[in-house]
C-alpha cells in the first residue's frame, strides 16, 4: 500500500507546486488547478481496467505472479514520468504523454490491490487480522508524509527555477526506487497452498465470470455503493485539498505542503485505531459509524477550512480544519480494506476486491467534472463539501445493508464458530 499509494498521489501532492512547468502561464488558477487534478484522475479511472484484469488473473494463477506484474509495469511508468520535459520543450503534448504514462500506471496499480492485500490478509490469524488491514492501510499516509516531506525540503532549498526545473523529480525518482524494492521483496515471498492454485490453474472456468454470476451480484452491488461512497468523500479531503488550497485559496505552497505533513501523521494514528476497534467491536458497526461522522463532521471542517482560507483568519486555523477532515475520512480505511476482502470467497477474493475497490473510483475519479458542474451553482471552492456529504450518505446506505464480517473466515468465505476461532 505505502509503494502503490506513493507512486498514485504524487501528482496530487507534488504537481500543484510545479504546473508552471507543464503549463504555459497565461493559464487561469482554476484552469490549471483542473488540469493537475485531471492528471491525477487520470490514474484513478484506469485502475478498475487493471483491477478487473489482474484481479481476475490472481484468482487464476495465483497472488505472488500478479504482484510481480504490476509492479514491474508502474516501476516502469513512474520512470519514463520523472524524466519528461517541460511546456518549453514539448508544448501541450507533454500534458497528452503525461496523462497516458498515468493511465498505462494506473492499470498496473490496479494490479498492486488485486494481489498483494489479499494475500497479506489470507496469510494472517483471524484475531490479527483487522490489526493487519490496519497497518496495510496506515502506509497509505505513510506515503503522504514521506512525499511532503520531500516536497517541503525541496521547496525550501531550492530556488524555485531549480525545483520547477529538476526539484519536482526526486519523489518520482524514489518511487521507482521503492518500485525496485517492491519487486525483490515480492521476489522472495512463498504464496503457499500450492495444490490450489496448480488445480485453479487448470480449471477452464475464468474468476471473473464467477463474480458477475447472480451468486455474488448483491455483494458485488453493495461494495461498489460502498466504496464509491467513501471514495467521493477521501478525493476531497485528501486528493483535493493540496490542490485547492494552493491553487483556488492561494495559500503558500511550502504550507500546504506542511499540512500534509503533519494531516499524515495524525491519519496514521486514525487508521491503526479505527482498525483496532472494528477488530473488537465489529468491522460493519465502525463503518457505519464513521460513515455518518464524514457526512457530518467532515463536510463541516472542510467548508470552515475554505471559509478559514478565504477570510485570512491565519493558515493555522486552516491546517487545523484540515487535518481534521483527513485524518477522519482517512481512518475508515483500513477497516474497509479487511471488510471487502472478508466480502468475497476465496475463488473471487481478489477479482472482487479489486473491482468493487477500483470501480467504486470511477465517478468519484471524475471528481473536476462535478466540481466544474457545481461551480455553475455555488463557489467552486465549496463544492466539495456537496460531494463529501454525499460519500457519506451513498456509504451510509450500503454499510447498514451489508452484514457483519469479522467471523468470516479468510480461505472459505463462511462464517466460523467460536470454538474453531479458538482452534490452534
Known sequence: MFVDTFDVY????????????FLPHSMSPSASVTVSTLL????????????????????K?????????SAGGFTACTLLISVLPGYGSWGVAVILVFALLRLVNGIFLGGGY???IPLALEHSPARLRGLVGGLIAAAAPAAFLVISLIQVLALRKLPKADFLSWGWRLPFFLGVLLGIG??????????????????RRAERRQPVRELFSRRNAKTLGQVFLLTSGYWFAAQMAVSLLPSLLTGDLHQDATNVSLLTLAGSVFTIFSVIGFAVLGQRVGRRKVLLGAACAITVVTALTFALMVHFAEVRTGFFAVAVMGIIANALTSGPLGV???????????SVR????????????????????????????????YGPVVLIVLGGLLMTFAVHSG????????????????ERELRP
Open 10 to 21: 504524487l501528482p496530487a501532492l507534488v504537481l500543484p507546486a510545479a504546473m508552471s512547468y
Open 40 to 59: 491525477f484522475c487520470v490514474s484513478l479511472l484506469g485502475r478498475p481496467i487493471g483491477g478487473l484484469v489482474f484481479g481476475n488473473l490472481s484468482d
Open 61 to 69: 494463477i495465483g497472488r505472488k505472479r500478479v504482484t510481480l506484474i
Open 114 to 116: 488485486a494481489a498483494p
Open 182 to 199: 517492491y519487486l525483490v521483496h515480492y521476489l522472495r515471498v512463498d504464496e503457499g497452498n500450492e495444490s490450489y492454485w496448480a488445480a
Open 336 to 346: 474497509l480494506i479487511t471488510y471487502l476482502n472478508e466480502r468475497f470467497p476465496l
Open 350 to 381: 481478489s477479482t472482487g476486491y479489486s473491482v468493487g475497490y477500483t470501480f467504486g473510483l470511477i465517478l468519484p475519479g471524475l471528481y473536476s467534472v462535478w466540481l466544474l458542474g457545481l461551480g455553475n451553482l455555488m463557489p467552486y471552492a
Open 403 to 418: 452484514p457483519e464480517t469479522t467471523q468470516i473466515d479468510s480461505l472459505t468465505g463462511e462464517a466460523r464458530t467460536v
